[in-house]
């Protein structure tokens, strides 16, 4: 395997190397990163290596500074029938000005978490030759391994591993999913896509519409799941595990282990959000923020490389992704009014989702593209 093989050409600063070579080269190795450290390598290759106008960009509206006074708001879903009140203002404080939160009490049992961290663990860490039959940038695929998705787009690769299962609106043939977590990954996304339209009626409302306006729209129709695994990185401070970005859905509930590592951009501070076991992080996507009309909030988040691993997490996207469909998403007819003229010009989903993954994370939010200037008519 040629990465291996090339062990130290692939690493070092120089700046004029042939980076489509070497990238052509990992990404036919199908052994993601994870083959990297099997292979020992004690420096990161340069295809790794954040870039110093990168850096600089990021210092630029960070400071590269971490708050350790702000806390990431947890909210405890239980006694939900009793105070549903107190949950609603919760969820409208947290996605309004936060755009993430934590949830506790949230109904899926501890065990299933733990059951599903250690299943994708196991499958990341099967021999390469059988992962390898799932690598595939092909896009329609429903179910594939593979490592950083704009591989060919972005400016430095991410220190990750990831297998993406598309589970509907569509039914996944189980067949498709890899056995070592076939079963779990299936009970894991039923759970964790009820929850989410618990979360999206509680969201509904914080907006003064019907509970069911949100899921009416279709917002809970579609799930994919994309279970993440970050090896121990031997030179974390060169690279990143996922770099800034906003996640292109409606909502996202992720499932975090106990490494850490996951940080959000507020108030320009680098904010960790710590592991709490048991809990779930929610955040706000990139398509809630534009029916929201600016409403609720899809934040900016990255997870650190870390020399302690390997970490997994694993992400539900709600979003029907690139399933076909004729409906077009638009800021909501209800939250306009002469003072909140609309923000965003509408969209389809596909066409979203296929800009995002182009343009690969860079940094700048998708939903740049879509602003309209102020002043529009609505
Ligand atoms: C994502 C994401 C964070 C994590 O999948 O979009 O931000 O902790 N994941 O893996
Ligand atoms: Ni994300």
């Known amino acids: 395997m040629e990465i291996t093989g090339a062990g ?14 070497e990238l052509k080269a990992f990404d036919e190795s199908k052994s993601g990163v994870k083959g990297l450290v099997d292979a020992g390598v004690a420096k990161i290759p340069r295809i790794f290596v954040r870039p110093p106008e990168e850096l600089n960009r ?11 006074q702000f806390v990431v708001p947890v909210i405890d879903l239980g006694d939900i029938i009793v105070s549903r009140a107190d949950k609603v203002a919760g969820v409208r404080r947290a996605a309004e000005e936060v755009g993430f939160f934590q949830v506790v009490n949230h109904g899926i049992p501890k065990k299933l978490l733990e059951d599903v961290l250690k299943a994708v663990r196991g499958f990341h860490e099967l021999p390469r030759e059988v992962k390898a039959d799932y690598y595939t940038r092909e896009l329609m695929r429903k179910v594939k391994f593979g490592s950083n998705f704009d591989l060919y787009e ?46 999206l009626e ?3 409302e914080a907006l003064g519409l019907n509970p069911n306006h949100l899921i009416d729209l279709d917002c809970a129709k579609g799930t994919l799941i994309l279970s993440h695994y970050y090896p121990a990185c031997p030179e974390p401070e060169l690279t990143m595990g996922t770099s800034k970005h906003s996640d292109p859905d409606f909502l996202t509930i992720l499932l975090q282990d106990h490494i850490g590592g996951l940080q959000i951009l507020h108030q320009d501070r680098w904010i960790d959000v710590p592991p709490v076991p048991g809990a779930l992080v929610v955040n706000i996507g990139d398509l809630l923020q534009l029916i929201s009309n600016d409403r609720y909030k ?11 691993g390997p970490r997994v997490s694993v992400a539900c996207f709600f979003t029907p992704h690139l399933y076909p469909s ?14 909140s003229p609309p923000v965003y010009r509408e969209t389809s989903v596909q066409d979203f989702v296929t800009y995002y993954d182009q343009k690969g994370l860079d940094g700048v939010s998708a939903l740049t593209h879509l602003k309209l200037q102020k002043g529009s008519d609505f």
């Open 8 to 21: 130290e050409s692939l690493t070092g600063d120089s700046l004029n190397y042939d980076r489509q070579r």
């Open 154 to 199: 972005s400016s430095f690769a991410n220190w990750r591993d990831t297998l993406f299962c598309v589970m509907g609106p569509e039914p996944l043939d189980p067949q498709e999913l890899p056995p070592v977590c076939r079963d779990i990954t299936i009970e894991y996304s039923k759970q964790a896509r009820q929850l989410g339209i618990n979360l």
């Open 298 to 308: 899809s934040v900016e988040h990255r997870v650190l490389a870390n020399n302690i």
């Open 326 to 339: 004729t409906r077009i998403y638009g800021p909501i007819r209800e939250l306009l009014s002469e003072d």
């Open 202 to 204: 509680l969201l509904s």
């Open 58 to 68: 990021e210092d630029q509206n960070s400071g590269d500074l971490t708050n350790t």
